[in-house]
């Protein structure tokens, strides 16, 4: 850090790039940044000696709290690698972590732990899940930050019913500190209060054509019977609508037909075997530059879903007898986003042994 | 101490006081064996007649040695710095050093050229006559073990990486490989009839891979599972440390974490032999020249993290029969 002093006038450069940066809740320190951003090669030298240093922390560490140096961990790592994608190994750490530690019950309502896992859900394509593991295995059930995560993965989808329902099960539960999901339940209803009233009134003047005598379109309108005699409603496109419809290329069923029964005759040799369909090559996968490969379930997920799918009253016991048991310490070897073999783990070991003894020595 | 508990075995006496990282018998004689330990010692020992002959020091733990000939050995090791010593003027010369721990040393006797691998992500080759670098070649991770294959380097790295270099042209690499195992690279050794190579992992599986990149070749390879034990439906999984050829039969050993050594036919698919279980973790195996003896390095590595009363750190000598390493 020292050789940036020098450069404080440069305060700003990241602004150049910052469509490369991923915002943070926390914010960023922008010294880190900068730092982060540089292309001097000491300057990449000196974070991924720092990386390999928090790697080796992690298997090494003999204290009685373990989170505190994957917590730290964690931040130097959001803070160093702003960019995201592939280099960015945050999931991964995460990932890592709360795998580590999902059964440790000292943990469990650890405000730490929990936002290591409400981090981890912002890369996950199925947060629910994720809260239903939470909850029925008691990991941050006594946090008001769960209970004010899991109602806003809930509104944000819509689902204000269930929001609700979130909100009030955690003020129930006299979820830490309850003053503020109190204070997040209000402010929630307050806004579906108010998204309701305006709804009302955009009904009450008639939608987004206001002299429109038209009837509207019931909202993606399923055919549900109306009335005693449960009619057909009505579902007709509004004038608005259609005009829209009609900047689109709109071909009557006729001229559809025309196309389909060309004006001249398909030559066709009798005698060759007729091909039932023509063979068509899929080009339209050749034309992508690279196609992006479906994630493939991790090893969080995977347990995630093993164990929802014994009853819930089981799930805090220890997990059943496994047919295959690996006889080396294996979360150790792949701890974090580094690899390391036996041999490193035990230099680690060995080298701070012999930092303890120098210290003592002198 | 001298005698083992077999009439065919024995355990060489002043052992290394720390784990034994590596050990190999000297070229064209089976007289001599090397050790290198955590201890910081490199050991040679004259097995004939069970006697630690000499023994040097690193700065720190030793992670690899090698012999050059009968009087010159090479090592390497955590204080990231290769010395070679001469067993006839008992003087030893630092050649150079990595950014970080070696953990591989080999020499090669086609090229002349002493090799090291290590966690910096780099091998280098350096020339015995000098001794001086000659050249340092990137590779994709930390290097994890390494073999001679002919003029050819096998280097096995972290994220299961397998690089194919030619040591008569290091411009470029020649293959590049994925290992056919899903879990970390433990040991890779060459067959001495330059065919292919063994590959061992962390999760008791070994593969054999040839080198010859045609499609009729790359059919012959397979892997299978090995050092593992069924106890009450259980089965316990040992990571794979060590193989070790035979020069005539082209058969190999693989020493386990569970502490047995099993002795394989690659071309035929056979198990030729099971020796009896070793007190702790095979950590390095060797045949001598003439493949009449095998050198057994029984020492925890710690794959099972700290542990109270580990066994000590032995080195069994077995002379082996051709029942035992001869195809049948």
Redesign the interface.
């Known amino acids: 850090m020292a050789s940036f002093e020098g450069r404080e006038s440069d305060a700003s450069d990241w602004e150049l790039s910052k469509e490369n940066v991923q915002p943070l809740r926390q914010g960023r320190n922008v010294q880190q940044l900068l730092l982060s951003q540089s292309e001097d090669e000491t300057a990449k030298r000196q974070i991924k000696e720092q990386q390999h240093e928090f790697e080796a922390k992690l298997r090494i560490y003999s204290g009685d709290d373990p989170l505190d140096t994957w917590d730290r961990y964690i931040k130097w790592t959001e803070q160093n690698f702003p960019k995201g994608g592939q280099e960015n190994s945050i999931a991964k750490i995460l990932e890592r972590c709360a795998l580590q530690f999902k059964d440790t019950e000292r943990y469990a309502n650890d405000p730490r732990y929990l936002s290591v896992w409400l981090r981890f859900i912002r890369f996950c394509p199925n947060g629910f899940e994720i809260f239903n593991f939470l909850f029925s295995n008691g990991i941050g059930v006594e946090l008001a930050a769960f209970y004010e995560a899991w109602a806003a993965l809930f509104e944000s989808i819509g689902n204000t019913k269930k929001a609700d329902f979130i909100f009030n099960q955690g003020i129930q539960k006299g979820a830490h500190p309850v003053s503020s999901l109190q204070t997040k339940h209000r402010e929630f209803q307050a806004r579906t209060a108010r998204a309701s009233v305006s709804a009302e009134k955009e009904q009450v003047s008639g939608g987004f054509i206001p002299d429109s005598r038209e009837e509207q379109r019931t909202t993606l309108g399923d055919l549900r019977g109306v009335g005693k005699r449960q009619q057909a409603p009505h579902l007709r496109w509004t004038k608005a609508k259609l005009k829209v419809r009609k900047h689109a290329p709109h071909l009557a069923m006729s001229e559809v037909s025309k196309m389909t029964t060309p004006s001249f005759q398909v030559y066709e040799d009798e005698e060759e075997p007729k091909i039932s369909a023509t063979p068509r090559k899929l080009t339209a996968v050749d034309s992508v530059l690279s196609a992006r490969k479906a994630d493939k379930p991790s090893d969080l997920f995977l347990s995630i879903q093993s164990s929802q799918q014994k009853p819930a009253a089981s799930s805090r016991a220890p997990p059943p007898?496994?047919?295959?048991?690996?006889?080396?310490?294996k979360y150790?070897?792949d701890s974090g986003a580094e690899?390391f073999?036996?041999?490193?783990?035990?230099?680690e070991?060995?080298?701070e042994r012999?930092r303890k003894q120098a210290e003592e020595g002198l | 101490m001298t005698a083992g508990e077999l009439p065919n075995e024995s355990k060489l006496n002043n052992p290394p006081d720390d784990g034994i990282s590596a050990l190999k018998f000297g070229p064209g004689s089976s007289q001599f064996l090397l050790v290198s330990s955590w201890d910081c010692t490199v050991r040679l020992f004259d097995v004939s007649t069970n006697f630690m002959r000499m023994k040097y020091n690193h700065s720190a733990a030793v992670l690899d040695c090698c012999f050059q000939d009968n009087v010159h050995a090479y090592s390497g090791g955590l204080d990231k710095t290769l010395k070679a010593y001469d067993f006839n003027t008992n003087s030893e010369t630092q050649v150079g050093s990595h950014d970080s721990a070696i953990r591989c040393v080999e020499y090669c006797p086609e090229v002349n050229v002493v090799v090291t691998g290590s966690w910096d992500s780099t091998v280098k080759l350096w020339d015995p006559r000098a001794p001086c670098s000659v050249g340092t070649y990137s590779q994709p991770d930390k290097v994890y073990t390494m073999a001679m294959c002919g003029d050819k380097l096998l280097v096995g790295t972290a994220g299961r990486k397998v690089l194919v270099w030619d040591l008569r042209n290091m411009g470029f690499v020649q293959q590049r490989r994925e290992s056919s195992l899903k879990y970390q690279t433990r040991c890779i050794r060459a067959f001495p009839n330059k065919q292919g190579y063994v590959l061992s992992a962390i999760e008791g599986r070994v593969a054999v891979e040839y080198l010859d990149p045609s499609a009729e070749v790359q059919k012959k390879k397979y892997a299978f599972k090995c050092h593992r034990i069924k106890e009450d439906g259980v089965e316990k999984i040992y990571p794979v440390n060590a193989i070790a050829f035979h020069s005539q039969y082209n058969t190999f050993a693989t020493g386990g974490s569970d502490g047995y050594v099993n002795i394989w036919d690659g071309f035929n698919k056979k198990r030729l032999c099971q020796l009896h279980r070793y007190p702790s973790s095979i950590a390095a195996l060797s045949f001598s020249h003439d493949g009449q003896m095998l050198a057994i390095a029984s020492s925890y590595m710690y794959e099972q993290d700290e542990m109270a009363n580990t066994p000590p750190d032995t080195i069994y000598i077995r002379r082996v029969s051709d029942q035992e390493t001869k195809p049948k």
């Open positions: 007898v496994q047919r295959e048991v690996p006889m080396y310490c150790k070897i690899e073999s036996f041999e490193e783990i035990r230099a070991r060995y080298n012999k």
